[in-house]
């Protein structure tokens, strides 16, 4: 399957010191940074120095919730190929598309109007996207008017070729095909996590920290996400199962100056990448999506090219509403990739190619079940595969 993550190249692995005190704390007033928090809260605890604190995972957290996932340091990988490992997060899509189009085509039948229409329903029903589903439905039209195409494989064939491509084309249409593109002096690599409450952002942030450590990377991760009492107490049981220092202040802080810190204390400390949790929010919330700009412009300012990766987490099984979020965090944020969550769980996880189609953006990673190791680099022909075989 290759590297999870790829900036970084050597065997060498980096030990980050479980927990270990922050070494540089920044100053509380650095210009662009005094801004009113979206939340009211007691103000944070100034050292006499000027200085403004910064927690790390080591503080003890009372009632902590324990997350839906777990993940164990050292977990082993799984002895099945990946391949099988994905048809079996599929299968679920997979039943609900291939087999209906089999049903469609059953008996021999003629590829006419009225099996058109059918496949053009079973399309849809997997949330393929209607845009894409009319181009299938047309392209094979003109195939079967040309006799280029006469059976059932060469009809799933050119469903499969014609998917296959909206996929690569979303991947080089825009973010990163690689994290190599970034130059290796620029440090911390910023990628900024985004998304509403319930998609498994916090569960992602956890494997994503554990697995860009595991191939000789040193992490760092910013609970931004001030607006949520849970949220930081969550990344904090993530942080210390991956080995994995945290920045995190009171809830109701301003998430920007929780972001200016962390990027002071990794640039500090020479991390290599710097992952930023943000508050889950609605896509329709112009207030929470004008913080997300803020904080854009505060990474950019202390890390050039940052944030280098705006990632947003959708759950597969939101189906077409996922693409109504993206649309509207890309607007806010410019994001540059997908992480589609709980592909598992969905028979319409079509909507991996909807969202290709329609905002070329490439879908980075996947979650395809509930182990550390089931987060993976998203493929495009081996989920295209996945559907059909």
């Known amino acids: 399957m290759g590297l999870f993550w790829k900036r970084k190249s050597g065997s060498d692995f980096i030990s980050l010191g479980l927990n270990t005190p922050l070494e540089a704390e920044t100053k509380a007033n650095e210009a662009d940074t005094q801004v009113e928090p979206s939340v009211q809260a007691p103000a944070l605890p100034v050292s006499q120095s000027g200085e403004r604190s910064v927690l790390t995972a080591v503080e003890q957290v009372s009632a902590r919730p324990a997350p839906v996932e777990t993940l164990e340091p050292g977990q082993p990988l799984e002895d099945e190929s990946f391949l099988r490992r994905f048809r079996r997060a599929v299968a679920a899509t997979r039943e609900n598309l291939a087999s209906r189009i089999e049903d469609v085509v059953k008996g021999e039948r003629q590829i006419d109007a009225s099996m058109l229409d059918e496949l053009e329903e079973a399309l849809i029903s997997a949330d393929i996207g209607i845009q894409t589903t009319?181009?299938?439905?047309?392209?094979?039209?003109?195939?079967?008017?040309?006799?280029?195409?006469?059976?059932?494989?060469?009809?799933?064939?050119?469903?499969?070729?014609?998917?296959?491509?909206?996929?690569?084309?979303?991947?080089?249409?825009?973010?990163?095909?690689?994290?190599?593109?970034?130059?290796?002096?620029?440090?911390?690599?910023?990628?900024?996590?985004?998304?509403?409450?319930?998609?498994?952002?916090?569960?992602?942030?956890?494997?994503?920290?554990?697995?860009?450590?595991?191939?000789?990377?040193?992490v760092l991760i910013c609970a931004a996400d001030t607006f949520r009492a849970a949220a930081s107490d969550q990344l904090a049981i993530w942080a210390e199962r991956a080995g994995v220092p945290l920045i995190q202040q009171r809830q109701g802080t301003d998430p920007a100056a929780v972001l200016f810190?962390?990027?002071?204390?990794?640039?500090a400390r020479n991390t290599d990448v710097l992952i930023v949790d943000?508050?889950?929010?609605?896509?329709?919330?112009?207030?929470?999506?004008?913080?997300?700009v803020k904080m854009n412009r505060v990474a950019s300012r202390e890390v050039q090219g940052a944030p280098h990766e705006t990632l947003l987490v959708l759950d597969a099984?939101?189906?077409?509403?996922?693409?109504?979020?993206?649309?509207?965090?890309?607007?806010?944020?410019g994001v540059t990739g997908l992480?589609?969550?709980?592909?598992?769980?969905?028979?319409?996880?079509?909507?991996?190619?909807?969202?290709?189609?329609?905002?070329?953006?490439?879908?980075?990673?996947?979650?395809?079940?509930e182990k550390a190791d089931d987060l993976v680099v998203f493929d495009p022909k081996t989920y295209v595969d996945g559907l059909f075989d």
């Open 134 to 218: 009319l181009e299938i439905i047309e392209d094979v039209r003109r195939q079967v008017d040309r006799q280029t195409l006469k059976n059932f494989d060469e009809l799933k064939s050119a469903i499969k070729q014609h998917l296959l491509k909206i996929l690569d084309q979303a991947r080089t249409a825009r973010g990163v095909a690689s994290e190599t593109t970034v130059p290796d002096d620029v440090r911390p690599y910023v990628m900024m996590i985004v998304g509403v409450n319930g998609t498994g952002k916090t569960t992602t942030i956890g494997k994503l920290a554990q697995r860009i450590k595991s191939e000789g990377n040193e």
């Open 261 to 267: 810190d962390a990027l002071k204390a990794a640039r």
């Open 278 to 292: 943000t508050a889950g929010r609605l896509h329709n919330k112009a207030n929470l999506m004008a913080e997300l």
């Open 317 to 333: 099984v939101t189906g077409q509403n996922g693409l109504s979020q993206a649309r509207e965090f890309l607007k806010a944020t």
């Open 339 to 369: 992480v589609l969550t709980k592909l598992d769980g969905t028979a319409k996880g079509g909507i991996a190619v909807a969202i290709a189609k329609e905002l070329n953006l490439p879908i980075r990673y996947c979650g395809i079940g």
